[in-house]
């Protein structure tokens, strides 16, 4: 006990009970994506009421494990038990989210990857010592493939329909054939995305990662579109080229330097090209993020974001909580002249950014 402090039991236990539940929501987290890689989530899609038995028969799994996995799933509300019948069944809305990956509320991405952001906490423990951050290539794997699938419903669903649409001229001058360069790209989703939407306009990604920028080649042939994708290895500060449009999806606040990357930006556009800038949606003050989205936003950001900039040149570490101001001060002191936020969902920030 904390010695000469008055404790109110009730404030305690009030808090007790929060940290178990968060407890039991780390673990479920867990449960997802054993749910996710089994496919017992998509078995249940639309099949009704099912026994464990039922479910493990569909899946090739095991009875017991499943049934344990059941009942967890169902005391975390997300199955339903029918006691009478012994019988666990999945709401239409949760199998939207859990077993469909192309809606726009698809979650599975999001468990995996924070569980994979999760493996690291010894790295990130030491990095708290020794300031030196933990580069993203030094994470599991598995956060790579997370980070791609979480975004992917999203951009499915704004990218074209409405962010492109947000910026002054822009969609014509691809509908024409333009020259996009998508710094930062990851797996590629969003430069297949916009590659599908704009077949007269050919498209570059960049990103310092090899080992995903190998994956994003062999999803652009997948997709039928490597015609006219290029997926090359090449850092934000460096990759060569003149574009009409630059874009960067999610990726400025985790760079070391995002003033000199803005800087190459500004100088790889061509005369009245444009910067699409998305990052997480955010409030400049941190009174005005504790919300649920601030807490997913600034966990993930202690574990992965922020680190991976303090691993790099000048470790700006922006946050994934960066806001409009501060953001609009690292474009400017880039040279950019024109900031405006051109449109927003509840997660993200659409910037347009012009010389």
């Given amino acids: 006990m904390i010695e000469g402090t008055t404790i109110d039991e009730a404030k305690l236990n009030g808090f007790v009970n929060k940290a178990l539940g968060d407890i039991g929501a780390a673990l479920t987290a867990s449960l997802v994506v054993v749910g996710d890689k089994l496919g017992l989530y998509r078995a249940m899609a639309q099949a009704g009421p099912l026994t464990p038995a039922e479910l493990a028969d569909r899946t090739g799994t095991t009875e017991r494990s499943v049934r344990e996995w059941l009942a967890a799933q169902a005391a975390a509300e997300y199955v339903e ?66 980070v791609e699938r979480f975004f992917r419903p999203g951009y499915n669903a704004n990218l074209v329909s409405s962010w492109i649409p947000a910026l002054e001229g822009v969609q014509a001058k691809l509908t024409a054939g333009g020259h996009v360069a998508d710094i930062g790209c990851g ?33 652009a042939v997948q997709a039928g579109v490597s015609d006219r ?46 910067w699409l800038l998305v990052e997480p949606n955010a409030a400049d003050r941190v009174e005005d993020n504790l919300n649920p989205v601030g807490r997913l936003f600034y966990s993930v950001s202690t574990l992965v974001c922020t680190q991976a900039s303090l691993a790099q040149e000048v470790g ?40």
């Fill in 81 to 146: 038990y029918d006691a009478s019948a012994g019988r666990y069944s999945l709401p239409a809305e949760h199998a939207i989210a859990l077993a469909d990956e192309q809606s726009p509320a698809c979650v599975l991405g999001g468990f995996q990857a924070m569980t994979a952001a999760m493996r690291s906490a010894p790295k990130v423990t030491e990095a708290f010592r020794n300031g030196c951050g933990l580069g993203w290539h030094e994470h599991d794997p598995e956060l790579f493939e997370g």
């Fill in 187 to 219: 797996h590629g989703a969003s430069t297949i995305i916009m590659a599908q939407a704009f077949p007269r306009s050919t498209f570059v990604g960049f990103d310092y990662h090899r080992e995903s920028i190998e994956q994003a080649r062999a999803r």
């Fill in 229 to 274: 994708v290029k997926f090359e290895v090449a850092k934000a500060k460096d990759y060569p080229g003149t574009y009409d449009l630059a874009a960067c999806f999610d990726c400025l606040h985790d760079m070391g330097d995002p003033v000199g990357a803005a800087a190459h930006v500004r100088q790889s556009l061509k005369p009245g090209g444009t």
């Fill in 316 to 355: 700006t570490a922006l946050g994934a909580q960066a806001g409009e101001a501060r953001l609009r001060a690292v474009v400017t002191r880039a040279g950019f002249r024109h900031f405006r936020v051109a449109t927003q969902t509840p997660f993200n920030l659409v910037c347009e950014v012009r010389p």
